[in-house]
């Protein structure tokens, strides 16, 4: 089954302890991308990728890091999160132009 | 520069009531893809219609329906009869031509309650 998934669902942390939040996609996609949401905000990009080694920022870039070492493997970091980083994080791939598959999200509560 | 605007935050109506949620769109691109999507309370988001810009066709999927119009950049959503379930948060995105995951870009969302 085609599919993006994220890990963990669920994340509650505190202020300044690294975390590392998961996506693998098993459709040999070429382009990754993370997403937060926030309230009245919709979706916002991050980061993202258009293959191996070949990451980009997006709108909100600031305090994570991406990494793209395999194609299936998309991980967000965050070095020292802080409260502002609480929100609803979605990872999507795609393999050209004009379509999108989301993980289920990842809820993080930054304490 | 591309923008995705729903100016309706939230809208409620009892069951069985029509409901449109509206979408305008601003891109300087002529081909482009647009999207609508359905987050449950559960928080995952479902995919409901992709529409590509040279298909203006009108499209029907049951109780939903979508009205695509470039001459006023508009994508809008019908729910006919709606129903609790479809209580939920409803984006609209867009994606410019040449991208995909990558780049798109999402209005900030219409929270329907749909009231029994």
């Known amino acids: 089954e085609a599919q993006v998934t994220q890990n963990p669902r669920y994340l509650i942390t505190v202020t300044g302890k690294k975390l590392t939040v998961t996506c693998s996609q098993n459709?040999?996609?070429?382009?990754m991308s993370w997403y937060r949401q926030d309230p009245g905000l919709g979706l916002r990009q991050i980061y993202y990728s258009m293959n191996v080694e070949v990451t980009d920022k997006g709108d909100v870039p600031e305090g994570y890091k991406v990494s793209r070492k395999e194609k299936r493997n998309f991980p967000l970091i965050l070095e020292s999160p802080s409260p502002n980083q609480t929100s609803l994080y979605f990872c999507?791939?795609?393999?050209?132009?004009?379509?999108?598959?989301f993980g289920q999200g990842t809820r993080l509560t930054v304490v | 520069a591309q923008k995705v605007t729903q100016a309706q935050t939230e809208i409620s109506v009892v069951e069985k009531e029509d409901v449109t949620l509206d979408c305008v769109y601003e891109?300087?691109?002529?081909?482009?893809?647009l999207f609508w999507y359905k987050q449950p309370p559960s928080g995952e988001l479902v995919f409901l219609i992709r529409r590509n810009s040279f298909d203006e066709q009108n499209e029907i999927s049951g109780r939903y329906s979508w009205n695509f119009q470039k001459s006023t950049s508009s994508f809008n959503f019908t729910i006919t009869a709606s129903q609790v379930v479809d209580s939920a948060v409803y984006f609209c995105a867009l994606i410019p031509p040449r991208t995909g995951a990558n780049n798109l870009f999402f209005g900030t969302g219409t929270r329907l309650t749909v009231i029994p």
């Open positions: 891109t300087r691109d002529t081909t482009y893809y």
């Open positions: 999507a791939s795609s393999e050209s132009q004009g379509s999108a598959f």
């Open positions: 459709m040999n996609h070429e382009y």
